[in-house]
Structures are given as structure tokens and as C-alpha cells.
Nanobody, 122 residues
Framework: VQLQASGGGLVQAGGSLRLSCAASGRTLSSYTMGWFRQPPGKEREFVAGINWSAGNTFYADSMEGRFTISRDKAKNTVSLQMNSLKPEDTAIYYC????????????????WGQGTQVTVSS
């Protein structure tokens, strides 16, 4: 599976961004797709995940309510809608694919995209 993330950029606090992750190479029907982020100087953390087949979603506690993950089966893409952005949301955002259902652990994700930078100014 090859993953290509896009949609990052510079936004003011309170604004919104929509990240996209285009997948190619294999059907995603048996995968969990996830978004992770790595803030500057910090470790990578889980943001949100979605079961590709069933569409059920799960989030890190601090993101739920502001971020929404979705998938488009026809386009083979996974998106992350981010609203009410805060400066602490500044990070490189990565999409990833896992064989494990409902996992928040980065170690369970076998495939990773290249990352897209999100910068939120105060």
C-alpha cells in the first residue's frame, strides 16, 4: 500500500484544514486507516482512525469533537477534517494503514505516508 498525504498548510488559530490521504497499490477493505501527528520536539501520537470496511471511527480523547475522519471508497482516500485549530495542533500529520482493527498504536501500522505539515499560528 502506498499512501500520499496532502492538505497541510498554515492556518490561524480557530481555523480549519482538511487533510487527505490517497491510497494505492491494494484494496483497503481489510485495513484500519489512521492519522497520527508529531509535534515539534515531541513523540508521534495517535489522532484518529477508521475501519475501512465498516466505517466506524475512533479518536484520541483530545481530538474528538474537533477532528473528523472519513473515507471515500470510490476515491480510495481517507480525510481528516480539523476544526477549531489550536497552536498546539502544529505538527507533521501522517496517514497510515494497519491490518489490526481499531488500533491506536503506531507500531501496529505497517504502511505510512510521507507526512504533511500543519502549522497553526496564534
Amino acid at each position: 500500500v502506498q499512501l500520499q498525504a496532502s492538505g497541510g498548510g498554515l492556518v490561524q488559530a480557530g481555523g480549519s484544514l482538511r487533510l487527505s490521504c490517497a491510497a494505492s497499490g491494494r484494496t483497503l477493505s481489510s485495513y484500519t486507516m489512521g492519522w497520527f501527528r508529531q509535534p515539534p520536539g515531541k513523540e508521534r501520537e495517535f489522532v484518529a482512525g477508521i475501519n475501512w470496511s465498516a466505517g466506524n471511527t475512533f479518536y484520541a480523547d483530545s481530538m474528538e469533537g474537533r477532528f473528523t475522519i472519513s473515507r471515500d471508497k470510490a476515491k480510495n482516500t481517507v480525510s481528516l477534517q480539523m476544526n477549531s485549530l489550536k497552536p498546539e495542533d502544529t505538527a507533521i500529520y501522517y496517514c497510515a494503514a494497519s491490518y489490526a482493527a481499531g488500533t491506536r498504536s503506531g507500531g501496529s501500522y505497517a504502511y505510512w505516508g510521507q507526512g504533511t505539515q500543519v502549522t497553526v499560528s496564534s
